[in-house]
């Protein structure tokens, strides 16, 4: 199992195009952890906006009676990526992985597959 500060080095070392990953909560907007990003991406304010997405959805869902479950949520702008994963169990309610990638150099079904191996080894 890994702890926040792994999962986030690892997001970045083992995922191709990733710039930035953060650990939310959607309940408070507040970053439990973060990395990458830099002067021209604020991550702790896109990590806050992001709660904004997610509470929407699950607030959507609940209105339509849909008895499912979030995996990831997917946001293309014109030069990156960016990935939500919310977690499950251990701990994770209302928790959500946020992954900034860069599309020139991110393989979008590999980055699914590496957040939902990095996200399932969380522990939190």
Known sequence: MANTETALKECLSAIDGATAVALVDYTSGMALGTLGGGKDFNLEIAAAGNTDVVRSKLRT?????????????????????????????????????YLVLDSTRANLAMARHQLRRIEAELEV
Do not use: A, P
């Open 61 to 97: 869902m609940e209105h339509l009676g849909l008895n499912d479950e979030i995996e990831d949520i997917l946001i293309t702008l014109s030069t990156q990526y960016h990935l939500v994963r919310l977690l499950k169990g251990r701990g994770g309610n209302g928790l959500f992985l």
